[in-house]
């Protein structure tokens, strides 16, 4: 606003001082210029006689000026902005927990309002240190404590079920027949003289559910999980390796109902025969010897491992009693994809017109992950909406589709480089579950 254009309002206020919007845009001016009166301005303005955006803008006028009562009486309201004014204007006051309220208030109504450096500075603490110097009035908000950074360091993952797994049915129908179900009935196969535990390996594609799998395995059958990182077990020094993997059993061993799961499993029980080092060989020996349990007893431990190239697995993991289960997690079918996308949207503000069955059905090929990409980068589009228009902008269809046009399928590479394996490599029928999905999916 020019200042002709300000000279001109003022002048008009002082012959209609009653004219709520004059006077509001008469303040918008003088703020805009920098003006110090903006604040003295608002006069006799009553807050009931405006709208609720400028009321919270006046409201923040009056609390840079100092007047923080009058502020909060303009700040009174449901509206968001207005519950956001009124944070700033408790936190003026020194109402941490009032000020706190406000804002999550705000911000739950509109979540374009968030606003992390005031969230800090309302979740700040006033602390008194006392000593023999001065007596210090510190505000901080560092919290944390021992028990909070080891929660940093070792987050807890929340236990999950098949129900949390879009599709692979077949796979959860095999695990729940031959490893949840000895885990649950022990005293029924017992009689039979079957233990439950024993190792399954998983292969397929990168981000089609393998480490899912594994977890909600791990709460199916309410057991500890142990995801055990390739950095739990690698070292440079001789014999370190070979002694935390003992220890790792071991922690298994003593933890039952216990599931293992070593992602990567490559990394850890490669072929003997390509390794350079007799390191690497002593290492698969002992992993070996810990999943045969012939000096412990692996009774109730689970062995879950994933890898996308199986065939690089040292065969000897393979022999009945180690990784005598190998199941093949393919990509996902069309059904399974859709499921995948509901869980993936659930708890996302989406609109009516999402069409799941349309999006899975031009998505073959796509594995869990590719699905989980698409509906991030069309979360991405209604957030950037949602920021353009100042108001919450709920995933639609046109997002999604918008996304499919960027994500491509990732699973492609593997299919072929899996496919001259099956058909060159298949001692044993190992790799039939993999020429049968192709065949069935025209890519033989």
């Known amino acids: 606003m020019d200042e002709a254009t300000l000279r001109s309002l003022l002048e008009a206020l002082v012959a209609t001082p009653d004219n709520a919007a004059l006077r509001v845009a008469v303040i918008r001016g003088l703020h805009a210029a920098g003006d110090a009166r903006a604040a003295e301005y608002v006069g006799p303005l009553a807050p009931g006689a405006v709208s609720a955006g400028d009321r919270a803008f006046v409201a923040g006028v009056l609390l ?138 998983l292969y397929g594609p990168p981000g089609c559910g393998k480490t899912l799998l594994a977890r909600a395995t791990a709460g199916q059958c309410n057991a500890t999980f142990l995801n055990v990182a390739i950095e739990d077990v690698l070292d440079m020094w001789i014999g370190e390796s070979e002694r935390k993997l003992h220890a790792l059993f071991e922690k298994a061993r003593a933890a039952t109902p216990a599931v293992m799961f070593f992602d990567e ?19 698969v020996s002992q992993f070996l010897s810990e ?28 022999r009945p009693g180690r990784f005598d289960r190998v199941l093949f997690v393919p990509p996902p079918d069309r059904v399974a994809r859709a499921a995948i996308l509901q869980i993936l949207l659930a708890g996302r503000p989406i609109a009516g017109d999402i069409d799941r069955g349309a999006i899975a059905a031009r998505t073959s090929g796509f594995s869990g992950a590719d699905l989980e990409n698409l509906v991030d980068t069309a979360a991405d589009r209604a957030i950037a909406a949602s920021l353009e228009r100042n108001t919450e902008v ?33 001692e044993g029928g190992q790799y039939d579950e993999v020429l049968e999905f192709l065949r069935r999916h025209g890519k033989s």
């Open 64 to 201: 840079r000026a100092g007047a923080v009562a009058r502020s909060l009486a303009f700040a009174d309201g449901p509206e968001p902005e207005l519950q956001l004014a009124r944070a700033r204007a408790l936190h003026a006051q020194g109402d941490q927990p009032g000020a706190l309220a406000a804002y999550e208030a705000a911000v739950r109504a509109n979540p374009t309002l968030e606003d992390r450096d005031l969230r800090a500075l309302l979740g700040a603490q006033v602390r008194v240190h006392e000593g023999d110097g001065p007596r210090l009035r510190v505000v901080s908000n560092d919290d944390t404590d021992r028990s909070e950074i080891e929660r940093l360091l070792h987050p807890a993952q929340p236990a999950i079920a098949f129900a949390d797994v879009g599709g692979l049915d077949d796979i959860k129908a095999q695990i729940e027949k031959r490893i949840i179900l000895p885990f649950q009935k022990p005293t029924l196969f017992a009689r039979y003289k079957k233990k439950p535990g024993g190792g399954i390996l």
């Open 265 to 283: 499993i490559e990394a850890l029980a490669g072929k003997r025969q390509y390794t350079r080092e007799a390191t690497s060989s002593k290492l």
């Open 291 to 318: 999943m045969d349990g012939f000096v412990k007893n692996n009774t109730g431990v689970l062995i879950l491992a994933a890898s996308n190239v199986p065939w690089a697995v040292d065969p000897a993991f393979r």
């Open 394 to 426: 709920p995933i639609d269809h046109g997002h999604l589709l918008a996304a499919l046009a960027e994500i491509k399928p990732t699973t492609i590479e593997w299919l072929t480089t899996a496919r001259n394996y099956a058909r060159y490599s298949n």
